[in-house]
């Protein structure tokens, strides 16, 4: 089992930044891929980056790739989202994800690929 807690969403201006950190607890959080994925009111929950298990490689979903950045720190077990040049379409809930079961590049973006949650953190983006 893997807890997963959000932090660092809010409010924020068109072209502003924000920093998402999610804190796991329970077991060896270097065994698991994690991502990030978001749902805005009305929208499936949508893939937006992964990182692999030593942080070597990364994925983005194509909406985000150039403004955000995922990175971990397994010393920390801690997951981050560096998230630059917002946009309003970029407003929904964040959600921070574990898994340790599909490492395979086409599942890693699945959320089904993905045993573990987080609660979720609200990014707003006004305009």
């Known amino acids: 089992q893997v807890q997963l807690v959000e932090s660092g969403g809010g409010l924020v201006q068109a072209g502003g930044s924000l920093r998402l950190s999610c804190v796991a607890s329970?077991?060896?959080?270097?065994?698991?891929?994690m991502g990030w994925f978001r749902q805005a009111p009305g929208k499936e929950r949508e893939f937006v980056a992964a990182?692999?298990?030593?942080?070597?490689?990364?994925y983005y979903a194509d909406s985000v790739k150039g403004r955000f950045t995922i990175s971990r720190d397994n010393a920390k077990n801690t997951v981050f989202l560096q998230m630059n040049l917002l946009k309003p379409e970029d407003t929904a809930v964040y959600y921070c994800?574990?898994?340790?079961?599909?490492?395979?590049?086409?599942?890693?973006?699945?959320?089904?690929?993905?045993?573990?949650w987080g609660q979720g953190t609200q990014v707003t983006v006004s305009s």
């Open positions: 994800a574990a898994n340790n079961k599909y490492p395979q590049v086409a599942a890693i973006r699945l959320r089904n690929a993905y045993d573990f």
């Open positions: 329970g077991r060896a959080f270097d065994n698991y891929i």
């Open positions: 990182v692999s298990w030593s942080g070597g490689s990364t």
